[in-house]
Structures are given as structure tokens and as C-alpha cells.
């Protein structure tokens, strides 16, 4: 069993930053991807950036691209997420993810085995 857990969210103004946290305990990790989604008020999930823990390559919704960044943390098992620029529409409830795959579709939510609780961040003036 894993369990994810995120800290960070916020209300903040546009244009200003946060920096999401996700905290994986639980299982020893060799080959997975973490994932940050979203989801806004009735719209669906939405995938935001993966990371591919060994290799290190990231993905990202192109809509946050140049905005958000997705890393490791030194701290072994921790994921972050950089957010600058934010704009109102970023508003939403943001779920860490892992999957334990070696095939593994980064924006589908369907390829995650865990997910944390969410943290709220509500970008507004």
C-alpha cells in the first residue's frame, strides 16, 4: 500500500506562486511515474505533469508549460510542483498520483495505482 500525501495549496493573486508537495510513503520505489492532476469545479480530471522517477524525463499539459515545473525532491520519494505565473483558470484541487507500470499513458488517470487527497489552490484577486 502507498499512501500520497500533498501540502501547499493556497489562495493566491494572479500572476503570483506556489509550490505543491506530494509525500509518498509506504512502498520502495523502482520504476514509476508521479503525476500532478487537477480538477476544477464540474469539469473533469485533468492531467497537469508527470515526472518518470528514474529517468527524470517530465511531461506537461501545454497549458502550463513555461509556468509549471515538476521535480524530485532530495528527499527520497517526494515530488514537487512549481507554479508560477498563475492564472484564475489554474484554480482547482490538485492530486498528486503514482503508478507502478513500466507502460504507463502520463494523461490518462487510468494508469495511476495511488492518489493523494488533494490540495486546493484558488488563484483569484
Known amino acids: 500500500q502507498v499512501q500520497l500525501v500533498e501540502s501547499g495549496g493556497g489562495l493566491v493573486q494572479p500572476g503570483g506562486s506556489l509550490r505543491l508537495s506530494c509525500a509518498a510513503s509506504?512502498?520502495?520505489?523502482?520504476?514509476?511515474?508521479m503525476a500532478w492532476f487537477r480538477q476544477a469545479p464540474g469539469k473533469e480530471r485533468e492531467f497537469v505533469a508527470a515526472?518518470?522517477?528514474?529517468?527524470?524525463?517530465?511531461y506537461y499539459v501545454d497549458s502550463v508549460k513555461g509556468r509549471f515545473t515538476i521535480s524530485r525532491g532530495n528527499a527520497k520519494n517526494t515530488v514537487y510542483l512549481q507554479m508560477n505565473s498563475l492564472k484564475p483558470e489554474d484554480t482547482a484541487v490538485y492530486y498528486c498520483?503514482?503508478?507502478?507500470?513500466?507502460?504507463?499513458?502520463?494523461?490518462?488517470?487510468?494508469?495511476?495505482?495511488?492518489w493523494g487527497q488533494g490540495t486546493q489552490v484558488t488563484v483569484s484577486s
Open positions: 509506504g512502498r520502495t520505489f523502482s520504476y514509476y511515474v
Open positions: 515526472i518518470n522517477w528514474s529517468a527524470g524525463s517530465t
Open positions: 498520483a503514482a503508478a507502478f507500470r513500466t507502460t504507463v499513458v502520463v494523461a490518462n488517470p487510468t494508469s495511476y495505482d495511488y
